[in-house]
T-cell receptor, first 112, second 111 residues
């Protein structure tokens, strides 16, 4: 059973561009979570989704960030008009129930 | 929201030594996990342990939910154990789906 897959593993964007981060959950997992690890702030929850539904987005910045988990295909975290402060590691996790979470390898976003 | 405190923040050991990492939390939980973030940045699941005791090889963990703490034991440490160890909890009173992470324990195992 393959683990949680994220791509790309590294992403470089210039200020003002869009970043799209993809996450494929483990087989059989219908719950997906996104977390962000900023250098001086630690790991923080962003959003929790089930297929076609956002369940909890209380950790998402109010502007420029959005997430989706369509019926078919991976979950997408989208960051519009990136700024240098968006540079971070973004982790996706999945679970079969809303408890034990399995993390992917992360996407390292660098904004130049 | 729930507060998670880990101690010690830094730990340096000689290979072969044993260690205990602690995680205190401020509210009742229904989810507690320990992770190892290796030097390449990957988060490795160690234990899902909202209560009780579990063992996996040289690692074991105990959570005393009524007293709001968890312990991670590493025995006969190896250089590959180096990295940051995180405790993360899901609060009963809040959203169990959100994991709140502690600030981690940076472990360095010297050869």
């Amino acid at each position: 059973n393959a683990g949680v897959m994220q791509n790309p593993r590294h992403l470089v964007r210039r200020r003002g561009q869009e970043a799209r981060l993809r996450c494929s959950p483990m087989k059989g997992h219908s719950h997906v979570y996104w977390y962000r690890q900023l250098p001086e702030e630690g790991l923080k929850f962003m959003v929790y989704l089930q297929k076609e539904n956002i369940i909890d987005e209380s950790g998402m910045p109010k502007e420029r960030f959005s997430a989706e988990f369509p019926k078919e295909g991976p979950s997408i975290l989208r960051i519009q008009q990136v700024v240098r402060g968006d540079s971070a590691a973004y982790f996706c996790a999945s679970s079969p129930t809303p408890y034990e979470q399995y993390f992917g390898p992360g996407t390292r976003l660098t904004v130049t | 929201g729930i507060q998670v405190e880990q101690s010690p923040p830094d730990l340096i050991l000689q290979e072969g030594a044993n260690s205990t990492l602690r995680c205190n939390f401020s509210d009742s939980v229904n989810n507690l996990q320990w992770f190892h973030q290796n030097p390449w940045g990957q988060l490795i699941n160690l234990f899902y342990i909202p209560s009780g005791t579990k063992q996996n090889g040289r690692l074991s963990a105990t959570t005393v939910a009524t007293e709001r703490y968890s312990l991670l034991y590493i025995s006969s440490s190896q250089t590959t154990d180096s990295g940051v160890y995180f405790c993360a909890v899901g609060s009963e009173g809040g959203s169990a789906r959100q994991l709140t992470f502690g600030s981690g324990t940076q472990l360095t195992v010297l050869p």
